[in-house]
């Protein structure tokens, strides 16, 4: 029987892909040659782009969760002419455009960066939370499929849990998704860790699901077309695929379904590389080839594909022709820059919590940003997050028409859809939960720097000061660990997140300023539950705040050269302001307060400013309610810090000030004994 | 119609728990009041311990998820005579022993530290894993059954879907959940953000599932029954129970199922809590009181109780006189004392990765310390767990006669398993994955820490010298950020967590060691992928690698006063070496290499120890594969550091190390460069 030509497709990518790892020497051929027949039937048949503008706005997106099967992601895109056979040989070498986990390249067809499993096919579902927010407000004509790719270890990753609930509540009918079921995971068969009946789970969560053979291309279709014409529910499609399918040893005998080919080499894992290719039609000698008749159809698409999409093109220019404020609207949203916002008007509250400003500043983005979506992890009424939700409503299934986003307590799903929804482009992506439970979001957090998506995490209660809840509730390391990724760079050079914590109201005005400003990196604002007593500034004191830009500044300049330098961020920074008064009143010294809402940004300033601002060789005090190494790299050898060295406890968070030293008196006392 | 005694018990709880919050004014009552029939029940019928020894290892376990459900545990326990009135009226006050979440106190029937949801469930899990395996062998006259109660919002943390998945896998039918299904959660009722199908969801993961009026203590008291009969699976018990149930107003009318008594005292809610209290049968002046019918019953159960642990004791004691070995050997188990290992002969082959250092390890501790369960999240054959896994079989259903626990790709429901693991005592548990993902494990980790629990964590993988993989596997960050763990100290005033980056495989032997020693706290090892060249040592290898128990120490002692100290954690030491020797050979320089396996034991020496390591003004240079901060602290600021500043890149490892500068030759001209 001869070869069909979508199963010779099909094989072409699993010699590409197997010779991919071959030639590294490491990878993980099995799975990649499992969901060929897949991935070639959606890219030859469904998947909608502009080969000839891969950035188009409209364009159905590809989620690859299992980024360890970047070899059949790479391959099916060089088919379609996005990689050339050089670049397959380089794959996992330094410097090629195929890296071993695929790092978004919107050019080349890679929708998202993978690796950690799970976190792709969330954002897919981001994604599709995007499309249906834009459609709601320009139309069904620039609707799209966002299609999510997912493995037997993304279904196991906890984080499935929150985009199955999620998408299922929403009824996200734009997303299909397809699960690569092949029954073997890297260390054992998947039988030996679960026996799930996954599409039932599924089901429970609202979603159609269609299971099929997944290496049969004819069953593959109609799955696709069943998927496509869904108009209520996302699509699961189960497909029972083969691991390392086409596989064989040197006699020649089966070596389909064998754990060692997930990842490793065939050679390595037992198979014979070259009877493996043969067998599949390829020529072991020379394997980086594309079939002509492979090549053939893959050029055919791509016309299609390029008529298509100038088809769809020409009918949003006539759209936009009669529509042209909206048009105008929608370029504006898709646009690179941030929006123009005047924060010089934003009214804040004297003595105020940053929880309650930052909400102030939301509430009046709420009426100016359109494209904002703000989400929260159940606690809007407590991260305040609320301050928009009050101006909007939530999406619900089948109406996008507001802006919030209920996440449900799921914190680390929370932040992987807003990495989709800032991956698929048009909106700007907030969410908002307490900072202790930054520690669920920092796997999603560290996606999102890697990719330099302009996310706006808002972490609120930043601090012992949460008061009764109690050590489990109260952030003691976490600053210190957030800016860990402020001190990491991404591959442009710059600090990979921008991590922000004002010292008062107005402060938290000038932080919303710089985190929407900020459209290259993720940006992170830490914020107090308490009040906090407005810093002392004479004038404008939104004029006073915009210091802040400089991730440091002075607050209280003493006449003459200081006898000490006070530094901290956040709610420390009023209390310094306290201890400097009784510095100041009971001994005359001249002492200089200084607030550091990003020591990553005050950095970046020249030597001059930032000696200014911390002058050399006066004593530096610096207060944290954090670990004290969060400030003593600032405050340096010959300084001291005053900070939190344990968990914290429960109790008022007065009462705790003074049990643990944060309040005035302290500071006077801390900085006597250091200047004696 | 008058009170049952049982509806009675529950509105003393409910009456407790909500002036608790009304007097500490703050908490929540809400989710207490519903849940108080079910727990009212549960131990005043169903729960085995023995009031005269809390510690018994053979009592069932209640763990609480829904940590800011404690007044109701509180309030339970008051029942059963554990905290006073006074304890009560005391809540989430400074040094109480009422925290607003509760924390692990076994002697007043608090198994477990609880607040971030979905965490205290999972602990469950892990805790009927080890009774499995502790009958499995000492005999089912040991065996008792492990309770969960969890809420909405643990239900939709995406944690519970390991636990829901593990638990029906290995079929523990020792384990009984009650879902307290309210409808309701912080900020919206739960249909705004969930409308899955749980009890189809956990059927899909092989659970029994009953549905009950969470409320009616006639069908909690079947439904108990029918879930300890079950011999299959785990049990979920969906109670549909009435949040702020008995809540009125001032006018009198209904104030039940709000979300607002979620978490804010009643009066500040909306409601009355004098009105409330007097309908629950209370004395609003006067409500920390328990009812004499209530306080009788309470007292005949902890006779019942009492009797009925110690005919299990003599039960046992008969067990123990026929089986002397057993139970011996059984002692030593739940011995408070690391078991006795003989180290030094553990034969290291020379020039190998610290990940196969550990695995020897491991093997060996497979031949004699049989309390020991290692654990995996799919990578036993990278985190080289399976050293281990060799010489035992992995947990199945009915089957824990083996040591390992398979744990599939889950890292964080694995790590709260493990938890759980060391909470129910007699067992040793161990995990491994990759270092990078030690990310989604830190908010479990946390716990750990701060219930200074004994787990040890195997964190593999650890550097970009993971290589071809790229950033999303290569850890640049997580060195410093888990060693913000070892910074933060415990409420004894400990680290919280001892943090161990061997630097050859003897350190790693040592490392191991100073793991097993450590009962008091969290262990994390942090090993490399790839070989490392052996230390350079006179005499016996291990004896020499015994002095990383100091935390660092003097790898290369010049003669004299050395011209330079070079330091460094993991492979990087080897570098170091490296680079030393061209010092030495090229310019004579007189050169001190320092290992630093873990900054915080060092931290714990005497300063003469210490500045004879690192002596005082000497120049320094560190190397660490992470972000230079994770050693600026050590080296100081007359030093200088070269680190990893960026995220990773896919390319052979040792392509890497000369891209990146991690070779002798770049530590030759960074040193020269410092000294000159």
């Not at 298509?308 to 898709?334: I, R, S, T, Y």
């Not at 509430?363 to 009050?390: C, H, P, Q, R, Y």
């Not at 997140?497 to 300023?513: G, I």
């Not at 510095?583 to 940004?601: A, H, I, N, Y």
Request: some cysteine; proline content about 4%; charged content about 20%.
């Amino acid at each position: 029987m001869s070869k069909s030509i979508e199963v010779k497709a099909a094989d072409n990518i699993r010699i590409l892909a197997a010779s991919m790892v071959e030639k590294a020497k490491s990878g993980h051929p099995g799975g990649a040659m499992g969901g060929a027949d897949f991935v070639h039937i959606l890219y030859s048949e469904f998947l909608n782009y502009d080969p000839s503008d891969m950035n188009w706005a409209n364009r159905d997106r590809f989620f690859l969760d299992p980024g360890h099967m970047s070899p059949m992601l790479y391959s099916v895109l060089a088919l379609g002419g996005f990689y050339s056979m050089e670049d397959l040989a380089n794959f996992r070498q330094w410097g090629s455009v195929t890296p071993g986990h695929p790092e978004v390249d919107v050019a080349r067809g890679v929708e998202n960066t993978s690796g950690p499993l799970g976190q792709g096919h969330v954002m897919a579902v981001g994604a599709a939370i995007a499309e249906r927010f834009l459609v709601a407000r320009f139309g069904e004509w620039m609707a799209h499929k966002t299609y999510a790719f997912i493995s037997d270890g993304g279904v196991q990753e906890e984080i499935s849990q929150g985009a199955g609930r999620i998408a299922g509540f929403l009824g996200l009918n734009n997303l299909i998704m397809f699960y690569d079921s092949n029954d073997i995971q890297l260390s054992t068969e998947t039988d030996a860790v679960s026996l799930e009946d996954t599409a039932k789970k599924y089901e429970a969560w609202n979603w159609k699901v269609i299971t099929i053979e997944g290496n049969d291309v004819g069953q593959i279709r109609t799955a696709l077309k069943e998927a496509n014409a869904e108009t209520e529910r996302p699509t699961l499609i189960i497909g029972k695929t083969i691991m390392g399918k086409g596989a064989l040893t040197a006699d020649g005998s089966n070596f389909e379904r064998k754990c060692a080919t997930h990842g490793m080499p065939l050679g390595e894992a037992g198979a014979s590389f070259e009877k493996t290719i043969a067998n599949l039609g390829g020529n072991p000698e020379n394997p980086f080839v594309i079939f002509d008749d492979v090549k053939e159809l893959y050029e055919k698409r791509k016309a299609e594909l390029i008529k298509a999409a100038a088809a769809k093109k020409a009918a949003q220019g006539e759209w936009a022709a009669a529509n042209p404020e909206l048009a105008a609207k929608l370029v504006k949203f898709f646009a690179k820059e941030a929006p123009a916002f005047d924060f010089s008007k934003v009214e804040q509250k004297a003595n105020t919590a940053t929880r309650a400003a930052s909400s102030t500043v939301l509430a009046a983005f709420a009426d100016e940003i359109e494209n904002m979506i703000v989400s929260s992890a159940d606690l809007s009424n407590s991260d305040k997050t609320d301050g928009f939700l009050k101006k909007t409503t939530a999406f619900t299934k089948g109406d996008f028409s507001g802006s919030f986003f209920q996440a449900g307590v799921s914190e680390l799903t929370m932040a992987a859809i807003m990495n989709g929804m800032a991956l698929h482009g048009g909106v700007i992506p907030v969410c908002g939960t307490f900072f202790v439970f930054s520690d669920y979001m920092k796997p999603a957090l560290r996606l999102s720097a890697l990719m330099e998506l302009p996310v706006k995490f808002v972490w609120t209660h930043d601090a012992f000061r949460v008061g009764e809840d109690g050590p489990t509730h109260q952030p003691v390391e976490q600053e210190a660990q957030i800016r860990l990724m402020e001190k990491l760079k991404n591959h442009k050079g710059h600090n990979s997140t921008l991590v922000l914590r004002p010292a008062d109201a107005n402060e938290a005005t000038v932080a919303w300023k710089m985190a929407l400003e900020n459209t290259s990196t993720p940006s992170a604002l830490i914020l107090s539950r308490q009040n906090i007593k407005n810093l002392p500034v004479e004038g404008d004191a939104y004029q006073a705040a915009l210091q802040a830009e400089k991730g440091a500044y002075v607050v209280i300049k003493p006449e003459g050269t200081p006898d000490v330098v006070l530094l901290a961020s956040g709610s420390e920074v009023a209390t310094l302001v306290a201890g400097a008064e009784l510095l100041s009143e009971r001994d005359g010294l001249k002492v200089q307060v200084v607030s550091v809402p990003s020591e990553g940004v005050f950095r970046a300033q020249t030597k001059d400013y930032q000696d200014s601002v911390l002058p050399l060789g006066i004593p530096r005090f610096g207060m944290t309610a954090g670990l004290p190494v969060t400030l003593e790299g600032l405050v340096g050898e010959n300084g001291k810090v005053w900070g939190l060295e344990s968990f914290g406890f429960s109790a008022p968070y007065t009462v705790l000030d003074n049990k643990l030293g944060f309040n005035g008196e302290n500071v006077y006392k801390q900085v006597k004994q250091m200047l004696a």
